[in-house]
């Protein structure tokens, strides 16, 4: 039985790069940079929900707006910020 995507995908291919590390403070945990707050932290891009609550059950407006309207200059944003950045992947 597999009960978590992600967990399973570390153990198989170990040394992927992880976005959040690739690109700080462009990927966020809600729980940990969000819940609460008016708004993301400056700077993120991508919110993440791994865990309760999913963004159809967070009390924020922000949330909630972005999640059933979608936001396309965070998305024109994100695409700018990301082609921007170069990292090496080095030998993957």
């Keep these: 039985c597999l009960m978590r995507w992600d967990h399973w995908l570390e ?3 170990p040394t992927a790069h992880l976005v959040q590390d690739a690109f700080p403070g462009l990927v966020v945990d ?3 940079a ?9 700077g993120a891009a991508v919110v993440c929900f791994p ?6 059950e967070a009390p924020e407006q922000w949330v909630a707006r972005h999640w059933t309207e979608g ?5 024109t944003a994100l695409e700018e910020r990301t082609c921007q950045r170069s990292f090496s992947l080095g030998d993957a």
Excluded: F
Aim: aromatic fraction near 4%.
């Design 34 to 42: 969000c819940a609460g707050r008016a708004r993301p932290p400056a």
């Design 71 to 75: 936001d396309e200059d965070a998305a």
């Design 30 to 32: 809600y729980r940990q």
């Design 11 to 13: 153990m198989v291919v």
């Design 51 to 56: 865990r309760s609550p999913k963004p159809h």
